[in-house]
């Protein structure tokens, strides 16, 4: 579960990278909810071999429209919420 301040910090990234009020492409609302937890996708290099917990993962957040329910993930790398690997160059 998503703290507080987590929530604070993703709606924060989310207004900034937006710039400007989200609607949903659906209803139009611009009313918007946070999912309690993160998302995680694995990424495949073959579509008829499905490995699954194993090779990159793209780490999300997902917010959805509470009028109709639709659901937009964002990148965490993208809104700079992921924490730097040390050992990474």
Known sequence: MLNENEKKELAKAL???I???FECPICHSQSF???DG???Q???DNMNSIVLGNG???PSVAIVCIRCGFMSQHNLG???LMKKNETSK
Do not use: D
């Open 15 to 17: 207004v900034e990278k």
């Open 19 to 21: 710039g400007r009020p």
């Open 33 to 35: 909810t946070i999912v």
């Open 38 to 40: 993160y998302l995680v």
């Open 42 to 44: 694995g990424l495949q």
């Open 56 to 58: 990159p993962m793209i």
């Open 78 to 80: 993208v809104l700079g």
